[in-house]
């Protein structure tokens, strides 16, 4: 049998072609019209289409933290001298106890801070503070202390500290991937349950025909234009074109963009078979009714 492409057809119009042939729809998710397409499209086209927009999220990820937290890590590490130390909960420096700076950019910094003042970059959006007895970590949202008995004695040098960095880095970054790949998988699944109850109700009262699966399909599409838009803001951010308050109201606006997308897409469902209305160019029959009998016409009559 012959298959028919239809490219972001509008559900609720069906073509004749349609009643004749199995449509194969090829849906997008950037419009509404779109989004509704997923309803009936092939679940493969879905998962395709978020497991691409899942890697481009993890692979914008991974290289802001390439390009914007390693290099000052490894440069940090570099600047520190060799024989210094964790021991009992505190931090014995290998040379001079000076507040110094060991590396910076716009989105990191880090320093030792031995005096009350403290030395370190304002202008970095966190801020990794070595003191004495606890490393501080500061943003926007204030400082966070974590004491160095949390992390037992070990040795803190160019060289100790420097091997153990280049080890485990590609595991870190790894871990990190893999973390972002679960987080988004169980976040998408669970919001695509939540919102396919509301696509249910809302396409209900606006007599569209839509099952459970069908729904749940349509909110996993509405998440992918918030997520594809989180994602460039991301990688503007690496870029220095977006800075971190801009990237958290982002943050926090790609959620309703899904919002949107599932409601809006609601109305290009296709109707309901019991509230279709009647074909305006299908001929009325005239009904006919027999005439009653006369009773006082004569039998011959």
Same mark, same amino acid.
């Given at each position: ?93 290998? =040379?001079?106890?000076?507040? #110094?700076?060991? *590396? +910076?950019?716009?989105?990191? /910094? %880090?320093? !030792?801070?031995? &005096? ?96 459970? =699966?069908?729904?749940?399909? #349509?909110?996993? *599409? +509405?998440?992918?234009?918030? /997520? %594809?838009? !989180?994602?460039? &803001? ?68």
């Amino acid at each position: 049998m012959a298959r028919s492409l239809t490219f972001g057809k509008n559900l609720s119009e069906p073509t004749p072609a349609e009643s004749s042939s199995e449509p194969l729809l090829i849906w997008h998710p950037l419009t509404p019209n779109g989004v509704a397409g997923a309803a009936r499209a092939p679940r493969w086209q879905l998962w395709v289409a978020l497991t691409l927009t899942a890697a481009l999220s993890i692979a914008t990820t991974i290289n802001f933290f390439e390009r914007a937290w390693v290099p000052v890590i490894t440069k940090a590490i570099e600047s520190l001298d060799d024989g210094g130390a964790i021991r009992n909960g505190l931090l014995e420096p290998g =040379g001079q106890r000076t507040s #110094v700076v060991l *590396a +910076a950019n716009r989105n990191l /910094a %880090i320093a !030792l801070d031995w &005096s009350a003042a403290g030395v370190h970059d304002q202008a970095s959006d966190v801020r990794v503070i070595l003191q004495i007895d606890r490393a501080l970590v500061c943003s926007l949202f204030g400082c966070a202390g974590i004491s160095y008995r949390t992390l037992g004695d070990m040795p803190i040098g160019h060289t100790e500290t420097g091997a153990w960095w280049r080890a485990w880095r590609p595991t870190i970054l790894s871990g990190i991937a893999v973390g972002q790949a679960m987080f988004l998988v169980i976040s998408w699944w669970v919001l695509a349950i939540v919102y396919a109850w509301a696509i249910r109700f809302f396409a209900f009262y606006l007599d569209r025909d839509v099952d459970f =699966g069908g729904a749940a399909r #349509v909110a996993q *599409a +509405a998440l992918i234009p918030g /997520a %594809i838009w !989180l994602t460039v &803001s991301m990688y503007l951010h690496t870029e220095g074109w977006l800075n971190l308050f801009g990237l958290l109201v982002v943050f926090i606006m790609h959620v309703p963009v899904g919002w949107i997308y599932s409601g809006a897409a609601c109305r290009y469902l296709p109707p309901r078979a019991d509230v279709l209305p009647a074909n305006p160019f299908q001929p009325i029959e005239e009904e006919t009714h027999a005439d009653p009998k006369n009773p006082f016409r004569g039998a011959g009559d």
